[in-house]
């Protein structure tokens, strides 16, 4: 089975600017969370999409958005860049109980964003 | 709601030797705990997960984690120390809402990093 895919890999933005990340899951997984690791903050949860619905949403502001589509692959929006946002963002997909319950989560090598 | 902390930000040991990364954890509900590995420039890694099943965990390279409640420790351990094992260390817990159902919510610990000497 193929691993989550995070593309692009590395990605250089100006301050003001949007970017769109893309994140394609483990075949047959409908969760998808985003976390964005930097060096001062660790790992934070943005948010979780599960049958294309946003289940649950941590503590960054409106800029930060997602979405995900029917084939279950996400994409996480980040507009108005600001320098802060340098970080590395990973993408998590996990599969569900038939309760929409996640178990574990398995992680993509991420997209390291760098604001200029 | 859920946190938890790693006591050590930084672990040396020798090759050979036993490594043990602490982890206490917060939980209003029964939590789901997990290790993960972060090696420099990479994702991250499942080493072991908990979830109220057995209290001693095996995970893969040889790890293993064990459950205490009474402590809400969730230690990290490894007989000997291999020089691959030179990494970053996050211990986990699963966002449990009221009826145990979590919702893709995963809390982080600040992270231990491991250094393995020859």
């Known amino acids: 089975k193929a691993g989550v895919t995070q593309t692009p890999r590395y990605l250089i933005k100006t301050r003001g600017q949007q970017v769109t990340l893309s994140c394609s899951p483990i075949s047959g997984h409908r969760s998808v969370s985003w976390y964005q690791q930097t060096p001062g903050q660790g790992l934070q949860f943005l948010f979780e999409y599960f049958s294309e619905t946003q289940r649950n949403k941590g503590n960054f502001p409106g800029r930060f958005s997602g979405r995900q589509f029917s084939n279950s692959r996400s994409e996480m929006n980040v507009s108005t860049l600001e320098l802060g946002d340098s970080a590395l963002y990973l993408c998590?997909?996990?599969?569900?109980?038939?309760?929409?319950?996640?178990?574990?989560?398995?992680f993509g090598q991420g997209t390291r964003l760098t604001v200029v | 709601a859920q946190s938890v902390t790693q006591l050590d930000s930084h672990v040396s040991v020798s090759e050979g030797t036993p490594v043990l990364l602490r982890c206490n954890y917060s939980?209003?509900?029964?939590?789901?705990l997990f290790w993960y590995v972060q090696h420099p420039n990479k994702g991250l890694q499942l080493l072991l997960k908990?979830?109220?099943?057995?209290?001693l965990v095996k995970g893969i390279n040889g790890f293993e984690a064990e459950f205490k409640k009474s402590e809400t420790s969730f230690h990290l351990t490894k007989p000997s120390a291999h020089m691959s094992d030179a990494a970053e260390y996050f211990c986990?817990?699963?966002?449990?809402?009221?009826?145990?159902?979590?919702?893709?919510?995963?809390?982080f610990g600040q992270g231990t990093i491991l250094t393995v000497h020859p």
């Open positions: 986990v817990v699963s966002d449990q809402k009221a009826g145990g159902t979590s919702y893709g919510k995963l809390t």
């Open positions: 998590a997909s996990s599969p569900v109980f038939s309760q929409g319950a996640n178990t574990e989560a398995f």
């Open positions: 908990y979830t109220s099943a057995a209290t």
């Open positions: 939980s209003s509900y029964s939590p789901s």
